[in-house]
T-cell receptor, first 118, second 114 residues
Framework: EAGVTQFPSHSVIEKGQTVTLRCDPI?????LYWYRRVMGKEIKFLLH????????ESGMPNNRFLAERTGGTYSTLKVQPAELEDSGVYFC????????????????FGSGTRLTVV | GENVEQHPSTLSVQEGDSAVIKCTYS??????FPWYKQELGKGSQLIID?????GEKKDQRIAVTLNKTAKHFSLHITETQPEDSAVYFC?????????????FGSGTRLQVQP
């Protein structure tokens, strides 16, 4: 089974430019999450999709960040325009809750995209 | 909101020794506590989790304990091996709401010396 795939693995852009990160979840996983770790601090939640719908976007820092998940498959996270403080590692994760059998709530994380804004 | 603190930030042990990583959380309503292992260049992998209705869970050399009263939980790795070297993250969440957001600790870099 393929894991969660993120690309690019690294991105270096100038302040003011636009960057789009992509995440391909595990096939069949309805839940997709974006997290980020900035400046070596804690990993912080950004948002949660259930299929194509935004279930929770309480962690999105500001309107320069736009996440989409068209068709409920892969997701993109666009930063426009990028600022220096956006530098960090952006993680995507997916999960397939199984409420009825009390199944695995655990996420599978991708390896992350390291974004550097200069 | 929830706040999770994790200690120590780095931990070095000799192969075969035990390692313990501790986390505290602030929201008494949190009821799900997973632990993730992140190896260099790889995604974080869930290694064990515990729900608030149990106090301890074991899986081979790995165990997690939870003290709801004190609001802390710990990861125990016994008979450590070099391949256990990685960064470990604890997290807390609530499963009784529609939210699935995890609040993470700051991570512990474990180094197992052969």
């Amino acid at each position: 089974e393929a894991g969660v795939t993120q690309f690019p693995s690294h991105s270096v852009i100038e302040k003011g430019q636009t960057v789009t990160l992509r995440c391909d979840p595990i096939s069949g996983h309805d839940n997709l999450y974006w997290y980020r770790r900035v400046m070596g601090k804690e990993i912080k939640f950004l948002l949660h999709f259930v299929k194509e719908s935004k279930q929770d976007e309480s962690g999105m820092p500001n309107n320069r960040f736009l996440a989409e998940r068209t068709g409920g498959t892969y997701s993109t996270l666009k930063v426009q325009p990028a600022e220096l403080e956006d530098s960090g590692v952006y993680f995507c994760a997916s999960s397939q809750d199984n409420i009825w059998t009390g199944g695995d709530y655990g996420y599978t994380f991708g390896s992350g995209t390291r974004l550097t804004v200069v | 909101g929830e706040n999770v603190e994790q200690h120590p930030s780095t931990l070095s042990v000799q192969e075969g020794d035990s390692a313990v990583i501790k986390c505290t959380y602030s929201d008494s309503a949190s009821n799900y506590f997973p632990w993730y292992k992140q190896e260099l260049g790889k995604g974080s992998q869930l290694i064990i989790d515990i729900r608030s209705n149990v106090g301890e869970k074991k899986d081979q050399r790995i165990a997690v304990t939870l003290n709801k009263t004190a609001k802390h939980f710990s990861l125990h790795i016994t008979e450590t091996q070099p391949e256990d070297s990685a960064v470990y993250f604890c997290a807390a969440s609530r499963l009784d709401t529609g939210r699935r957001a995890l609040t993470f600790g700051s991570g512990t870099r474990l180094q197992v010396q052969p």
